[in-house]
């Protein structure tokens, strides 16, 4: 049998319990805009009714109310790694097309402002210079036209260096942030693991955990395993960056500069030393950007730059040796057109020896004016294995290189963006569903206070009606 | 399959969306204005390769024209000085005809025609002298600064001066003065210098009429090859002008998109984004709270 105020008690847990979920949906509209908020539900579980024991019998009773058990937090698991894969790949895959998309700009290809325009300016001067061996505006033509090719050389040349140096220095950056947004997991786990050891909700500082944890995978990919006390690991290449309270930190190290030549890895600088395999995130995709040149596949930065030494290279070797069989006016023979500088890329360090006519093979060895050197230097550019063959299959090979990266970074920004929207699916806020919420435990809440104005008035019956018969 | 839709998820959907065509708008918008089907390597590899081609060839071909107007010059000039000398040369016969037939002739009847014979080799010479802008057209890559002089005869040429007009042809532009006036004693100037001597030593000229028409026949030969050569060059100038126009129209079609496909690209992809913003308008407005009081 239940106690007289029994029925009261119960009315209060369903009061309170709605009072709880509307709580908790004020909260959930709350955040309904807020980046990372994860949808919390009130669990609550009825309250069996008290065993009597043998004294009153075994009398059916009525449970004793609700009981608000928690506030549950509807993430799931198994999307929040799909969407940290995602992004993973995504960063890097992005990062890798704007390396490329970078330096496809600076080769200005096709049109006239790139070099394969400017080679064919240059092989016209020396075609004009055939014709008019013995006149000074067409030698001044070649050697302008030699000159514009060499600081079109040397810029695009620089633009790498400078390209990488960015790439690199970038890098940096988001090193430093990896190594911050590890420390506040690391921080967040001691929180939550001691807000969950007190029986308290960490729910927000869990919704605070996933988003770095987010971060951390577009930085460097990685994994995340989740322990039984609340706390994270977090995973780069196998090896733990986060385990529970402890963080590890990683900095960046080799080649400062593209001429160095030396690969850029990412180093464990606490706990054992080594290196940090990374299988995605914007680091990885700048590191495989940064990767010395190595006869075609190495990093896209350092590759762009042999080949733009490789075009000086060819340029200077083939030019020169045909213009060392003619004699100058001076009558000198074997005369260099072109000088490669030692110690720098050859791209940069490509100069135009001759100043004037005076310095171009115009004559043959009698000291006779001879088109035919001019002549042949005016078709090198249709030689194979020559500056413009080198040149076009360099930029056929980076329009390519580009175009898969790009269609790349495509395809797993579309696996970001699904993998985003099914996450959003399960641990998203709908208003809608919110309202819904809002209205049911609205009338629970109603609902309540009317049980207990039924109490009270059978309460009042008993106690101010009954045994009054026969009074005034 | 998603079975839950959240308010979230339409948005960034929506936004993902708009911003996917206001991508493909912009790119619409960028073709149609530049009007260039390959704006960087990586819109089509294999395209840029060909139009860096075509545009070498079409570089070489305007070396190519420039060669041959230059050629088409110089063997004009060539042309019209040895039909100058042809005429100085008709000239020439006409007056040793005429010195043959005068019989015994005075002083002064002599002093005339030789006066007139050597005007007429000043004459001869002015032609073999002849220049194309800075070169003598009858001294071939010598840099000696007249071809002839009447002491040393013509400047020793190596070589031959020619011009490209194409990938494997190129014209010969010079002539070797002496394939043109002769050398040595048979020489159309050693001739006059013989008929001169002649009369001044009272000997009958009419033998030399031999050798002034051996001169014609020289003087032909060359201008009959000179003829040929400005043929040739005349010919290669045709024929690339022939090719410029193809290699403008493989450019083009290599490089440039047409200009009511792009026009029209645009606007398809101009609807389809009012659309999606319109659509989007009325989708993302409603929640139940529209409807609770």
Do not use: C
């Amino acid at each position: 049998m239940v106690s007289t105020f029994g029925s009261l008690a119960t009315a209060y847990s369903g009061l309170t319990a709605a009072r709880a979920g509307i709580d908790v949906t004020g909260q959930n509209i709350a955040n309904a805009g807020t980046a990372g908020y994860t949808r919390q539900r009130v669990t609550q579980s009825s309250v069996p009714a008290v065993q009597t024991g043998f004294v009153h019998g075994t009398a059916a009773l009525a449970g004793q109310g609700v009981s608000v058990d928690g506030i549950a937090r509807l993430g799931s698991l198994t999307l929040d790694a799909g969407l940290r894969a995602a992004t993973g790949s995504s960063a890097w895959a992005q990062t890798r097309a704007t390396g490329l998309s970078a330096i496809e700009d600076g080769l200005h290809e096709p049109g006239k402002n790139g070099l394969s325009a400017q080679l064919d300016v240059f092989w016209s001067a020396w075609g004009d210079l055939a014709a008019h061996p013995d006149d000074a505006g067409a030698a001044s033509s070649v050697i302008a036209a030699a000159t514009t090719v060499a600081t079109a050389l040397a810029t695009g040349s620089r633009a790498l260096d400078t390209q990488w140096a960015t790439v690199r220095s970038t890098a940096a950056t988001q090193v430093d942030q990896l190594n911050a947004a590890a420390k506040q997991v690391a921080g967040l786990n001691v929180q939550i693991r001691s807000a969950l050891a007190a029986g308290g909700s960490a729910n927000e500082l869990q919704d605070q955990r996933d988003r770095l944890t987010q971060q951390i995978a577009g930085l460097a990919g990685g994994t995340v395993r989740t322990n039984s006390d609340g706390t994270v690991d977090v995973l780069l290449g196998g090896n733990p960056l986060v385990q529970g309270d402890t963080v590890r930190t990683v900095a960046l190290e080799g080649g400062a500069r593209l001429g160095d030549g030396a690969a850029v890895s990412l180093r464990w600088t606490s706990g054992s030393a080594g290196s940090v395999t990374l299988d995605g995130g914007s680091i990885g995709g700048a590191l495989a950007l940064l990767a010395p040149a190595a006869g075609g596949t190495g990093g896209a930065i350092a590759e762009a730059s042999a080949a733009y030494d490789r075009v000086a290279t060819r340029l200077a070797e083939t030019v020169n040796t045909e213009h060392a069989k003619g004699t100058t006016p001076s009558g000198a023979t074997g005369a260099p057109f072109f000088a490669l500088a030692a110690g720098t890329p050859a791209a940069q360090g490509l100069s135009v020896v001759p100043t004037d006519g005076d310095g171009l093979a115009t004559r043959n060895a009698a000291g006779q004016l001879d088109d035919s050197f001019a002549d042949t230097l005016s078709r090198l550019g249709t030689v194979a294995g020559g500056a413009d063959r080198t040149w076009a299959s360099f930029v056929a090979g980076v329009g390519s290189a580009s175009r898969t990266a790009s269609s790349e970074a495509t395809l797993t920004g579309l696996a970001l963006t699904s993998a985003r929207t099914q996450q959003q699916s399960g641990a998203g806020v709908d208003l809608d569903e919110e309202n819904v919420n809002l209205l049911s435990y609205q009338h629970a809440y109603q609902g309540a206070a009317r049980v207990l104005t039924a109490v009270d008035e059978m309460l009042d019956t008993l106690i101010n009606r009954v045994g009054l018969v026969g009074r005034g | 399959m998603i079975t839950r839709v959240t308010t979230q998820m339409s948005i960034t959907a929506a936004t993902e969306r708009l911003q996917a065509n206001a991508a493909r708008v912009a790119d619409a918008t960028q073709r149609a204005t530049t009007l260039q089907a390959i704006a960087k390597p990586s819109d089509d590899p294999v395209g840029t390769g060909s139009s860096m081609q075509v545009r070498k060839e079409q570089a070489a071909a305007a070396q190519y024209t420039r060669n041959a107007n230059d050629a088409v010059g110089w063997l004009a000039t060539t042309d019209s000085a040895l039909s100058g000398a042809h005429a100085v040369l008709t000239t020439v016969r006409d007056l040793t005809v005429q010195a043959a037939n005068s019989g015994v002739m005075d002083d002064t009847a002599r002093d005339a025609f030789i006066t007139q014979f050597r005007a007429l080799k000043a004459d001869l010479e002015s032609a073999a002298n002849t220049t194309y802008g800075t070169r003598s057209v009858f001294a071939g890559s010598s840099t000696e600064a007249t071809a002839y002089t009447s002491a040393d005869g013509f400047a020793a040429a190596t070589t031959a001066v020619s011009r490209r007009v194409g990938d494997a042809q190129t014209v010969r532009v010079d002539t070797p003065g002496a394939a043109a006036f002769g050398s040595g004693a048979t020489s159309a100037f050693a001739v006059i210098d013989g008929i001169v001597a002649d009369l001044q030593n009272g000997v009958n000229v009419n033998p030399k009429l031999n050798d002034v028409d051996a001169a014609f026949g020289t003087l032909r030969a060359a201008q009959a090859d000179v003829g040929v050569r400005h043929a040739a060059a005349l010919g290669a100038q045709d024929a690339l002008k022939t090719s410029s126009v193809a290699l403008e129209t493989r450019r083009a079609g290599i490089e440039d998109l047409d200009l009511a496909g792009a026009v029209l690209d645009l606007q398809v992809q101009q609807t389809t984004y009012q659309a999606a913003l319109a659509v989007t308008a009325k989708v993302l407005q409603p929640t139940l709270m529209d409807y609770l009081r």
